[in-house]
Every structure is written in C-alpha cells, then in structure tokens.
C-alpha cells in the first residue's frame, strides 16, 4: 500500500543522517515536499521490512554518494507542517543517526537539489527545514 506524503492518513516513518567530517556537516537542499529548496540533513522514508540503520545508510547513499560509520538513533522527532487551513499537510516521525564520514565523493541525488559540506555557523546564514541548526549543533556537541 502506497500511503501519500502530502495530506497523509498516518505519520510517515523516515530517517535522517548526521553525517560529519571534522566540524563541518553535510547537508542536501530538497527538491520536493516538503519543504522544497530547504537545506537539511540527508534521509528520507524507511522501506517495509527495511531496519532503521539500512534505511539510513541507503539514504545517505542515494542522496549524497557518501558512505557513514553510524550506529543507533541518536535522536527522534516529529516533523508535522499545517497548510492555510490548519490541516495536516505532512507528518514524518524521523530517527536520526549521527556517523563520521568514510568515504564518497559528494554528489547530490534522488531527491537532493544540491548536497555539501558546510560549517555549522554557516547554517544560520541558510534556509533551513525547522530545528536544523539546533539539531546538528547538538548532536555534534554529543559525539
């Protein structure tokens, strides 16, 4: 059963993964919904019967062509945009992994308008998907 991104029935289960090198991160700007021309971290839907980690390791790969030691979730959180009227336009219940970086070089993919590395105080200077910014300083403060 193929369940909608916009305007879905129930929460969608994704993943996302923060991927470092050194201090800086790296991030995708997204194409599509939601939150088009948004830079955020690199993940997306978890496939049925696909484990967690699979599931980020794959987006990670699909998205950016880099390859990441990460373990276990460091982190969940719900991702919920309103339209106009107050409906729920998406809701996304996303684990976040957090790896060093291993090896790859960086190319933006699948669902990713443009991928790079960057610093984090460059990303106060970016349009972000919400709570980007504090997300990554946090989990590289607890690496």
Not at 110 to 133: E, H, I, K, S, V
């Amino acid at each position: 059963m193929q369940i909608p991104r916009l305007y879905p029935p129930i929460p969608l289960l994704g993943v996302s993964v923060l991927c470092y090198r050194g201090d800086d991160v790296l991030l995708i700007k997204r194409s599509k919904p939601p939150y088009p021309e948004h830079w955020s971290l690199p993940g997306g839907l978890v496939d049925v019967g696909e484990p967690l980690k699979e599931a980020a390791e794959r987006e990670l790969r699909e998205e950016t062509g880099v390859l990441a030691d990460i373990d276990v979730p460091r982190e969940t959180f719900d991702s919920i945009e309103r339209d106009e009227d107050g409906r729920v336009r998406s809701h996304f219940v996303l684990a976040v992994f957090c790896g060093q970086y291993l090896s790859g070089n960086v190319l933006a993919g699948d669902d990713a308008m443009d991928a790079r590395w960057l610093g984090c105080a460059a990303l106060q200077d970016l349009l972000t998907t919400p709570g980007t910014p504090e997300r990554v300083q946090r989990l590289l403060d607890r690496r």
